[in-house]
């Protein structure tokens, strides 16, 4: 919407620069629907005290934000700015910062500790190794095996006695 009538109002004063013809501010307020008055009053308005420290405490609280890498949410903020001697309630930064468009990285309250136990039909031999020696104790891998995947590496820590007996 004001991206519109600032488009308007650009080529009406583009239409009257080429006509060789003076912008007239009343003619503009006129066809923005604004008083005199009010453009006045808008010209010369001074931000009053409290929408000063409104600023200055949504800077410190951007500060803070970015400091904790965006983890930090309106109660870890509260005390940073309690520290530095700023009154202000929890619910109060929280409103700044549902204004200001941030809010905390949200994490797991648990972490998952155990796996699918049919781990064993997803491992892969990507290797190529030969799990079948020809005799018993025979050391088929004298170090550890360093292997990647797209999640990661997997090591073989293990050394295992892998000849069967024929029965």
Known sequence: ???AIYLEVSEKTEAAKKAGRRVSVSGMLKFLGVSRSGYLAWLHHVPSDTEKRRKAVKAKIQ???DDSKQNYGAPKITVELRKTGEVISERTVGTYMRQMGIRAQWSKPWTITTKDSDFST??????DEQFNPDRPNAVWCSD???IWTIDGFVYLTSVMDLFSRKS
């Open 63 to 65: 500060d803070i934000y």
């Open 122 to 127: 997803e491992l892969q031999n990507i290797l």
């Open 144 to 146: 550890i095996t360093y």
């Open 1 to 3: 919407m004001t991206e």
